[in-house]
DNA sequence: AGCGGGATTAGC
DNA sequence: CTAATCCCGCTT
């Protein structure tokens, strides 16, 4: 008899390796970049979906200003002083939620918010931080949890983007110069971002993917 | 106890 | 450009 596993529409845990903390410890800012293309697993009632991330920042606190770290250990942020490989979610603007990778040992609180996914396999439209956590229903009773299977986790199926494009980081600008301006957001160009690249980039993004289309 | 603000989004 | 919406962190 046929096992009944992957049936109903539950779906299947995409194949690829699961990213453990020892991923997450490096150097935040090159966690960030490999983390372009790698897939984020949700799994909930034995359901599982996922979407690729295309879109992240980095936040290196706590001297960077933008970064919530930067205040201090408070309960709010005591997830991303703990050690790395754990889901630092918190509520914004009273209504949306926010994911973040926690990086570094503890003690260093840096994370990684993840900004943007195409959507995969049960995931509705999410351009943006607050409509991806819907979309994959993550929230606050996630924060701190481990990234490991399941309910919530990174694989890394093999894929790698074409190219990794790097800007400021979105709705920072009241951090101040410099941490309004450090490119610590990571994107791989397509649709799906949150928001547009700069135009240069939109136009070499063009380009690639007239060339990969082939004449005609 | 009160107050101001926010790593966002949708709508005018 | 602004309202929505509420938790958090700091001040009183």
Not at 52 to 57: Q, S
Not at 92 to 116: D, K, M, S, W
Not at 132 to 145: E, P, S
């Amino acid at each position: 008899m046929a096992p009944d596993a992957g049936d109903r529409g539950l779906g299947e845990r995409p194949a690829g390796r699961v990213l453990g903390p020892e991923f997450f410890v490096r150097d935040t800012l090159e966690v960030a970049r490999e983390l372009c293309g790698k897939l984020l697993v949700r799994e909930q009632d034995g359901q599982v979906r996922y979407g690729r991330l295309v879109e992240l920042e980095a936040y290196l606190g706590p001297d960077d200003l933008a970064a919530h770290s930067s205040r201090g250990r408070t309960p709010r942020t005591s997830v991303m002083f703990g050690p790395p490989g754990h889901a630092y979610v918190y509520l914004i603007y009273g209504q949306y939620h926010c994911l973040n990778f926690v990086t570094r040992p503890e003690g260093q609180p840096q994370a990684i918010l993840v900004r943007a996914l195409e959507p995969g396999p049960g995931v509705g439209r999410c351009g943006g931080p607050g409509l991806l956590t819907r979309a994959l229903d993550i929230d606050r009773r996630l924060n701190g949890i481990p990234l490991a299977p399941p309910p919530l986790y990174v694989v890394d199926d093999g894929f790698r983007p074409e190219r990794v494009v790097q800007t400021p980081r979105v709705g920072v600008e009241y951090s101040g110069v410099p941490w309004a301006e450090e490119p610590w957001r990571f994107c791989v160009p397509g649709l799906f971002l949150s928001r547009r690249l700069p135009a240069s980039e939109e136009v070499r993004a063009h380009r690639v993917q007239q060339r990969a289309r082939g004449p005609r």
